[in-house]
């Protein structure tokens, strides 16, 4: 994982996603509500990224590339996601001592993305993959 | 009147204009549930088995045999169910001698269980209108995912002790690591936190309760909540996932505070549940085990996180998925085992875990083709009939179904 | 907000009173509060050599002429609302002529409410009862203040 900046990556749900899961998580409404990241002003500059354009999500578990978004608050060094197959892909799937699993906050590294955003075809096929 | 079952408000004023048996115009459903209401027409899931469709009596069998076959089986989901299905789904489990458990065991399960067992002190939401005068949104943002939460219970009505609308009779505060929208409407009472800082802001908050000097940045605000909280009358806490998964497994912190609320004035907690019946499910396996998920009825009844989808799927070896998509919201780790396994997912629409299941068996939409009961997210008993006539059989008849032929 | 100045440096500045107002600012007034027309200036309309200011003012004024702009300058952006009845719940008119329903966070049953939720998303009837409108228009902003989206504006 070598590049790219390290980010706190908060996961949250809002109600334009889950209008489009209710149409079909097969959509492109659906994949465009879900598959974004809201980053801070700063940490984009830093990035060379423009809202939009694609960013490239990494952990040791999975990555993604997802949409730019920019926050309309600052909060330098954290991320926030929809909870979705996309960010799950980020997830590590290890239970904590305390036999919990962590869905809501996790770190990344974050870059200027090549190409399109993952498409959910793609992540299943990965789920797939042996 | 009809119902919605877009989330677990089950809101119960809804109008709908029936076009020849068809849904038209809708009054007060809102954005969500009309969406909801609109999904019937769309993405729905057809019966399959290994990929090719087939008829759902088919389905149905071949989900039986599955299961029969298995020797750890799990059924999980069940939050989108009515209180039918999750009755039938415990016996189901119990028949089979397998493991049962729900999307709560990685949410708001122990908030739940301390509720249902009495040790965190709660009320209706109807109380809530009626009295309360102060409502704390914890980790929680109802304006996304409950939309109605406010306007007809918890901030704006009017209500018995609450006559004078919310600009003088009530108080909104919200706790929160980033600016919902919840916590745009909060205004002045929004109380952002660093992630994960959910336990600093009890110890603070307890502290300002008492009196000493709490250890934040802004001493004074802090101070300020603690007099406004000892001056309510009727408090009430609601909380969301984001309390949850910053407190982990341990509540003790929280239940504290709670109790030294509840030393000075009255203050109740009601969660902000995902799926419309997930306050059922939770009632349900509590009323019949004494725990609210994940339990096991291999050997007798034995509940512990060994039993929760994250940890049973390396062991079971046949999973009944119920009206729930784990396999998109969970780690794609846990979602690769899901895929592996010997999966049957009996659901209203097309997910990812339809899509990674070996039998596939498409159920009716509670609330608007099928009737039922279920529990609102404070335990309330909301009782429905369908609107539309619909092929697609109910959740309770299909779970039964199974089970006959187990 | 489209303020006075800007309306006011698009109209001929003459002071001709055939818009039956003293002065073009006080026109400039009448055009924001939708109490006269642009039609009402008849030398604007008229006279080729302020065509580029006609032009101008109508698409300066476009929002306030809108379909969606009801009278009272109330516009609804249906694409952001949540459908959560916060303003319906929160509107004074409602809160007074639908004591049973949207006073109590139901949905109408009066007849009477200004505000409720259709398909999903906010509507506005009987806007002549918003307490904007009229000879005597308070500035309520309960509608606004309640929104978790800013779905509804002023203008
Ligand atoms: S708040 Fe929930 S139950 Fe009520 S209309 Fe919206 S989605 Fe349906
Ligand atoms: S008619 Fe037009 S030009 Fe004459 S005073 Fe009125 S606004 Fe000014
Ligand atoms: S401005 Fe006031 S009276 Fe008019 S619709 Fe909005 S809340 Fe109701
Ligand atoms: S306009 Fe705003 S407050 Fe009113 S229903 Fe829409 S989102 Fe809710």
Redesign the interface.
């Known amino acids: 994982m070598a590049g790219g900046k390290e980010l706190t990556v908060i996961t949250y749900r809002g109600i334009f996603q889950e209008v489009e899961e209710a149409r079909g998580m097969y959509s492109d409404g659906y994949r465009d509500q879900s598959a974004v990241v809201a980053l801070d002003g700063g940490d984009m500059k830093e990035m060379g990224i423009e809202a939009g354009r694609p960013v490239h999500l990494e952990t040791a578990s999975g990555d993604v590339v997802v949409a730019a978004k920019l926050s309309e608050e600052a909060h330098p060094g954290v991320a926030f996601m929809p909870a979705s197959p996309w960010s799950a892909q980020l997830l590590s799937g290890e239970v904590g001592e305390d036999g919990f699993l962590e869905l809501k906050m996790f770190t990344v590294r974050a870059s200027s993305g090549e190409g399109r955003v993952t498409s959910i075809e793609e992540i299943e096929a990965v789920i797939r993959a042996p | 009147m009809a119902f919605c079952t877009g989330c677990s408000l089950l809101c119960d004023d809804i109008v709908v204009d029936l076009d020849g048996g068809k849904i038209g115009k809708t009054m007060n459903l809102c954005r969500k549930g009309h969406a909801h209401y609109s999904s019937i027409g769309s993405g729905r899931l057809t019966p399959c088995v290994d990929g090719s469709e087939v008829g759902v009596e088919d389905a149905m069998m071949a989900a039986a045999e599955v299961l029969a076959g298995a020797d750890n089986p799990l059924l999980f989901g069940w939050g989108a169910s009515t209180l039918e299905a999750q009755r039938a789904g415990v016996d189901l489990a119990k028949k089979l001698g397998g493991a049962i458990d729900d999307p709560s065991s990685y949410s708001q399960g122990l908030i739940t269980e301390k509720i249902i067992a009495g040790d965190l002190p709660t009320c209706t939401l109807d109380d809530v209108r009626n009295f309360a005068d102060v409502s704390i949104y914890w980790g929680d943002d109802p304006s996304s995912s409950h939309p109605r939460h406010m306007s007809r219970f918890s901030y704006f009505p009017r209500g018995e002790k609450r006559q004078r609308g919310y600009e003088e009779d009530r108080e909104a505060i919200v706790i929160d690591v980033r600016k919902s929208p919840t916590a745009q409407i909060a205004a002045d009472g929004f109380f952002k936190i660093t992630p994960g800082g959910d336990g600093a802001f009890i110890e603070a908050l307890v502290a300002s309760l008492a009196g000493k000097i709490p250890k934040v940045e802004d001493k004074k605000r802090m101070l300020n909540l603690g007099t406004k909280l000892r001056k309510a009358k009727f408090g009430a806490i609601f909380t969301g996932q984001g309390l949850a998964h910053s407190l982990r497994g341990d509540l003790s912190g929280f239940v504290s505070l709670v109790g030294k609320l509840n030393e000075i004035t009255r203050f109740s907690v009601i969660p902000t549940l995902g799926d419309y019946n997930t306050r059922g499910f939770n009632q349900t396996l509590f009323d019949e085990t004494g725990h609210v998920n994940s339990v096991s009825f291999k050997d007798g009844v034995r509940h512990g996180r060994e039993f929760s989808i994250a940890r049973l799927l390396d062991s079971c070896d046949a999973v009944m998925v119920m009206g729930s998509d784990p396999a998109a919201a969970l780690p794609a780790a846990i979602a690769k085992k899901l895929e592996r396994a010997a999966m049957v997912a009996v659901g209203s629409h097309r997910n990812m875990t339809t899509d990674f299941a070996k039998v596939s068996v498409p159920m009716a939409v509670a609330g608007i083709e099928a009737g039922g009961s279920c529990l609102r997210t404070d335990g309330v008993r909301v009782e429905f009939d369908g609107l539309v006539r619909s092929d697609h059989l109910s959740d309770v008849d299909i779970i039964k179904r199974i089970m006959e032929a187990v | 907000m489209i303020s006075v100045m800007e309306v006011y440096q698009l109209l001929p500045k003459t002071n001709c009173k055939r818009c039956g107002l003293p002065t073009c600012m006080a026109f400039a007034v009448a055009l924001i509060s939708r109490e006269k027309t642009i039609e009402d200036c008849t030398p604007l309309l008229e006279e080729a050599k302020y065509e580029k200011k006609l032009a101008g003012l109508r698409e300066l004024l476009a929002p306030i002429l809108s379909a969606d702009a009801t009278e009272t300058g109330m516009v609804i952006h249906p694409e952001k ?6 303003c ?3 509107c ?1 008119v409602n ?1 007074a002529s639908d ?1 049973k329903g949207t ?6 049953v009066s007849g009477k409410a200004i505000l ?6 906010v509507k506005c009837v009987n806007v002549d009862e918003c307490r904007r409108f009229g000879p005597e228009k308070v500035l309520c902003n309960a509608c606004i203040a ?4 800013k779905a509804i504006e002023f203008i």
């Open positions: 609302c949540y459908g959560c009845g916060n319906v719940v929160a004074p809160v004591p006073a109590i966070g139901r949905g109408p409720m939720v259709e398909d999903g998303v309640t929104c978790p989206s």
